[in-house]
C-alpha cells in the first residue's frame, strides 16, 4: 500500500479560532508519532509507503492577496508555494528527530535548501524505506495543493489520496451549523464534483482522481490512529471513488 497523505498548512499552525498561523512544533510531533505507528502497525497487513503533500495557508496563501492589486497571481501563488517549502523541511526534521527515516522533495528547485523532486528520486527512497515530504505543489502557479496531491499520487503510482481535515468526513450540510446534517460514508466522484455544498476538496483535484479512477478518502487528523486506520483500509471518514 502506497499513501499520499495530504496534510493543509493550517494544520501545522497553531490554532487560533479554526485557523493555524505559524508552525506548531508540538503538533507536529504528534503528526510524526502518528506517522511512526503507522509504519509500525503496518508490519501487521503488509508494506506500507507514505508520501505527504503538505500546504503552506499556515503562513501564506496566494489568495491572501486577491485584494492587494499590486501584487500578482503569480507572484502570491508563487509565495505559497514558498511557504510549503518552509513547512516541508520543518516537518522533515521533526520526523527524523522522531526516529523516521525522511527525505524532502521539493517540485520548485531550491537545491541550497532540498532536492529537487524526480519520479527516480522519490521511487529510491521509497526503496530506502523512507517517507517523502513532497513540497512546492506542481511547481506552477494557478494550481492547488489538492491537485498537486493528486497529480503527484498519480505519478507516483500511489494506491490511494488520504486528505486529513478537521472534521471526520463528508456532512450533508455543516455539522457546526446545521444540527441536522448527516455523515456521508460513501460518494462517487461526480457527486463530490456536482455538488456546489461539498467543499472539502479542489474540484479540479477531484476531477483528476476520477479520469483516473484513485479514490481519496476524507477523515479527521488530529484522532489518534486514524492515518493508521486508512493504512489499514479500515472503514473511516468519507470514501470517494
Known amino acids: 500500500m502506497r499513501i499520499l497523505l495530504k496534510l493543509s498548512g493550517e ?15 508540538e503538533r507536529a510531533k504528534w503528526i510524526a508519532r502518528e506517522i511512526r505507528q503507522t509504519l509500525a502497525d503496518a508490519l501487521n497487513h503488509g508494506p506500507t509507503e507514505i508520501a505527504i503533500m503538505v500546504g503552506g495557508g499556515n503562513l501564506v496563501r496566494g489568495v491572501f492577496f486577491e485584494h492587494s492589486p499590486e501584487i500578482g497571481q503569480t507572484t502570491a501563488d ?12 520543518l516537518l522533515g526534521d521533526i520526523f527524523r528527530a522522531e526516529g523516521i527515516p525522511t527525505a524532502v522533495l521539493s517540485n520548485v528547485s ?12 522519490a521511487e529510491s527512497h521509497f526503496r530506502k524505506g523512507r517517507v517523502v515530504i513532497l513540497a512546492g505543489g506542481t511547481g506552477r ?4 495543493t489538492d491537485t498537486g496531491a493528486v497529480n503527484l499520487a498519480l505519478e ?30 460513501q460518494l462517487s466522484y461526480e457527486q463530490a464534483i456536482n455538488d456546489d455544498k461539498i467543499r472539502i476538496m479542489d474540484k479540479a ?37
Open 11 to 25: 494544520q501545522l499552525g497553531y490554532d487560533d479560532n479554526g485557523k493555524g498561523q505559524g508552525f506548531d512544533v
Open 156 to 185: 507516483l503510482k500511489c494506491d490511494i489520496v488520504a486528505k486529513a481535515t478537521k472534521v471526520d468526513g463528508v456532512y450533508t450540510a455543516d455539522p457546526k451549523i446545521d444540527q441536522s446534517a448527516t455523515h456521508i460514508d
Open 78 to 89: 508563487n509565495a505559497g508555494m514558498l511557504a510549503t517549502i518552509i513547512n516541508a523541511t
Open 141 to 144: 502557479p494557478l494550481v492547488t
Open 110 to 121: 531550491m537545491p541550497q535548501i532540498v532536492d529537487d523532486f524526480t519520479y527516480r528520486r
Open 205 to 241: 483535484a477531484l476531477g483528476m482522481a476520477g479520469d483516473h479512477r484513485l479514490p481519496i478518502v476524507i477523515f479527521e487528523l488530529l484522532q489518534e490512529g486514524n492515518i493508521a486506520k486508512v493504512a489499514a483500509g479500515e472503514k473511516i471518514g468519507t470514501r470517494i471513488n
